[in-house]
Nanobody, 125 residues
C-alpha cells in the first residue's frame, strides 16, 4: 500500500523558514516523479515545486528564489525548504507522486497517482 506522510508544517512569522518533509512507503520511490502542491479553502490545488529522480526541478514563479525542493532516494523522502516566507504562502501543503512525467512536471495536479494528507503552513504578518 502506497503511503505519503508529510510533516514539518507550523506557524511562523513572515520572513521565517520552514522545512517540509514527505516520507514515502510502499513504492519504488526512485522511479516516481515528486512534487509539492498547496491549497487554500475554496481554491484549486496549486503546484509549488517538482523534482524528478535525477534532481531536475521546476518551480512556480511565486516561490522561485525562496523555496528549494530536494529528495533523498535512499531515505524515500521528499523535502521542501521554504525561506523568506510570506503570508500568502499560508496553505495546506501536500506532496504528490506520479509514475508519468507529464502533468506533474508542469505543476498540474491532474495525473498525480498518490497524495499525502497534507501539513498546514501558516505565516503571520
Amino acid at each position: 500500500q502506497v503511503q505519503l506522510v508529510e510533516s514539518g508544517g507550523g506557524s511562523v512569522q513572515a520572513g521565517g523558514s520552514l522545512r517540509l518533509s514527505c516520507k514515502a512507503s510502499g513504492v519504488t520511490y526512485q522511479y516516481y516523479y515528486m512534487a509539492w502542491f498547496r491549497q487554500t479553502p475554496g481554491n484549486e490545488r496549486e503546484g509549488v515545486a517538482f523534482i524528478d529522480s535525477d534532481g531536475a526541478t521546476n518551480y512556480a514563479d511565486s516561490v522561485k528564489g525562496r523555496f528549494t525542493i530536494s529528495r533523498d532516494n535512499a531515505e524515500y523522502t521528499l523535502y521542501l525548504q521554504m525561506d523568506n516566507l510570506k503570508p500568502e504562502d499560508t496553505a495546506m501543503y501536500y506532496c504528490g507522486a506520479a509514475l508519468e512525467r507529464g502533468p506533474i512536471a508542469t505543476l498540474d495536479y491532474r495525473g498525480i497517482d498518490y497524495w499525502g494528507k497534507g501539513t498546514q503552513v501558516t505565516i503571520s504578518p
